[in-house]
């Protein structure tokens, strides 16, 4: 079965440190997705990012970083010079196709605070 | 850009009864989930749908039943509330087949039964 496992349930830390929030999963499948997702304060979640399995490069937007590594198991989310908007529930997510459709695995979330 | 527009935000039910969470989308997306919040256990997919008029069981469906009669609607309706169904309920839909899917969420339902 596949598993997603966030095992930092909550992180706190001051204004422009840097942060990094783990994520490790469990799959059979050669070819998979694996998502992050944020959820603010005000409880939607927003997409940040998909990453399929074939491709480790690492990606960058902004502030932002994610590192996929195949070997380990991981897509670990990293947030450089971290900010007070920045604060929220991150969850890691692996998709699974079933019948045509998606199912996505969600690891238990990480909430993150950025304290001023 | 309204997306994925869930109603209502909130609500409180007592035991035994009954009642229908609104899902609607504005993006022609043919898929559409829904999804369970409890603290510690990230979502959990209830059900979901393929198209207009299909539906299919996720992974805790049980308690709950869905309808899918409009292309832009996806209702989860609780027949008799009970206190293990109160949790923060959300719907996604996606537009692409299979797994490299984004699914894009509502806003989110907090439901809490007595």
């Known amino acids: 079965a596949q598993k997603v496992t966030q095992a930092q349930t909550e992180i706190s830390v001051v204004e422009k440190e840097d942060v990094t929030l783990d994520c490790v999963y469990e799959?059979?499948?050669?070819?998979?997705?694996l998502f992050w997702y944020k959820q603010p304060p005000s409880g939607e979640l927003v997409f940040l990012i998909r990453r399929n399995s074939f491709d480790e490069q690492n990606e960058i937007s902004g502030r932002y970083s994610w590192n996929f590594q195949k070997s380990t198991s991981s897509f670990n989310f990293t947030i450089t010079a971290s900010q007070v908007v920045d604060s929220a529930v991150y969850f890691c997510?692996?998709?699974?196709?079933?019948?045509?459709?998606?199912?996505?695995?969600f690891g238990q979330g990480t909430r993150l605070t950025i304290n001023p | 850009n309204a997306g994925v527009t869930q109603t209502p935000k909130f609500r409180v039910l007592k035991t035994g009864q009954s009642m229908t969470l609104l899902c609607a989308q504005d993006?022609?997306?043919?898929?559409m989930y829904w999804y369970r919040q409890d603290p510690g256990m990230g979502l959990r997919l209830i059900h979901y749908?393929?198209?207009?008029?299909?539906?299919a069981k996720g992974e805790v469906p049980d308690g709950y039943n869905v309808s899918r009669l409009k292309k832009q609607n996806f209702l989860l309706g609780l027949e008799s509330a009970a206190p293990s169904q109160t949790s923060v309920y959300f719907c996604a839909s996606s537009t692409l087949w299979g797994p490299k899917n984004i699914q894009y969420f509502g806003a989110g339902t907090r439901l809490s039964v007595l």
């Open positions: 993006m022609n997306h043919e898929y």
């Open positions: 997510a692996l998709s699974e196709g079933i019948q045509g459709a998606q199912k996505l695995v």
């Open positions: 749908s393929v198209g207009e008029g299909t539906t």
């Open positions: 799959t059979r499948d050669t070819t998979y997705y």
